[in-house]
């Protein structure tokens, strides 16, 4: 299904008329959760995870087939502020590196059976840097946002985004800022390493971007202050919406994307879940803020939707022991 939308207008549209849970679907799945055999609660949250995804898939019994892994690429014009201790040129060399099956998210797409897509998005034409101008016009988000939303297979049944971009934590924590508040300290952090003085840099460069573009419009923020893989995740957790496939985020910067959604439009993320909280300082503030609780706490940092590819195995165990135990009316074993 092609994007709905070619405005930023008509994509807000769009996040107000996505779907809702089914209904029939969530009694159903709390009615078998209710028979299994085992006591009341004693999966813990693997069972609201079931039943939660039972919801969305609508069927009380779901299973997990086919899994898709999509990765964005984008650069940014904030790097020419010093933000980070890799040169842009690592963007293209990483994209290279997810195609020929050589990073990590490879590996952890395969161990789940994951179909593994990944999309480089005008890498040669870096956004503005947001200290001077917004980062992205009109027309750049929507293509962004339109991207995402193409790349999400119809057919999929688990949705994962990741992301690679040399300075995108920089873009990430002022989005979040611009959301949330506080101070720009709050939100930056070291994202691939850079030192004391790098970080007070990027500091004051969040600072600064948030000043010159905050606004009470989620999506003007995307548009001022993210990346195009920021936006093409946006798209893509919004298509995964309109298509009923449960989403797990990964992480600070994934979070930043969606926190974008779920800002604009309540309700916008109950479709998705955190998969992991990662070592970048500010993402528990930002899964708090945004209402999630994380799936794993592995110290990860890495990005390239890692943490949430490896939450997909969580996902599967909830759903294989929710849709394949035996009930104890199916086992014989008394629940008195």
Not at 78 to 104: D, I, K, L, R, Y
Request: glycine share 12%.
């Amino acid at each position: 299904m092609p994007a709905p939308f070619s405005t930023l207008p008509e994509f807000r549209a769009t996040l107000a008329n996505g779907p809702a849970p089914d209904a029939a679907a969530l009694a159903g799945a709390q009615d078998r959760n209710g028979q299994l055999t085992k006591p009341p609660g004693a999966l813990g949250r693997l069972e609201d995870l079931a039943i939660w995804y039972a919801s969305w898939r609508g069927s009380p019994r779901p299973t997990i087939n086919a899994p898709q892994v999509i990765i964005f690429a984008g650069n940014h014009g904030v790097c020419a502020q010093g933000v980070s201790a890799f040169p842009a040129e690592v963007t293209a060399q990483m994209v290279a590196n997810f195609e020929h099956g050589g990073a990590a998210i490879n590996q952890l797409s395969k161990a789940f059976g994951a179909k593994m897509d990944v999309h480089a998005l005008a890498l040669d034409n870096p956004t503005t840097d947001f200290t001077a101008g917004p980062a992205m016009t009109e027309a750049e988000v929507i293509d962004a946002l339109q991207t995402g939303w193409d790349a999400v297979d119809a057919e999929a049944d688990l949705l994962v985004t990741g992301e690679m971009g040399i300075g995108n934590t920089t873009s990430a924590a002022a989005i979040a800022n611009a959301l949330y508040g506080g101070q720009a300290s709050d939100w930056t952090g070291r994202g691939t390493g850079v030192d004391d003085a790098g970080l007070t840099r990027k500091t004051d460069v969040v600072s600064r971007g948030v000043a010159l573009h905050g606004s009470d419009d989620a999506l003007e923020v995307l548009r001022c202050l993210g990346g195009r893989e920021l936006a093409a995740m946006a798209g893509a957790i919004a298509a995964a919406r309109s298509y009923r496939i449960p989403v797990i985020l990964d992480g600070f910067i994934c979070s930043a994307a969606a926190a974008v959604l779920g800002t604009a439009q309540d309700g916008a993320l109950d479709h998705a879940v955190a998969g992991h909280l990662s070592a970048e300082g500010a993402h528990q503030k930002l899964l708090d803020a945004m209402g999630k609780i994380p799936l794993l706490n592995l110290g990860l940092r890495l990005g390239e939707g890692s943490g949430a590819a490896l939450a997909i195995g969580v996902l599967q165990g909830a759903v294989a022991c929710h849709s394949g135990m035996a009930t104890f009316a199916e086992a014989g074993v008394s629940d008195a």
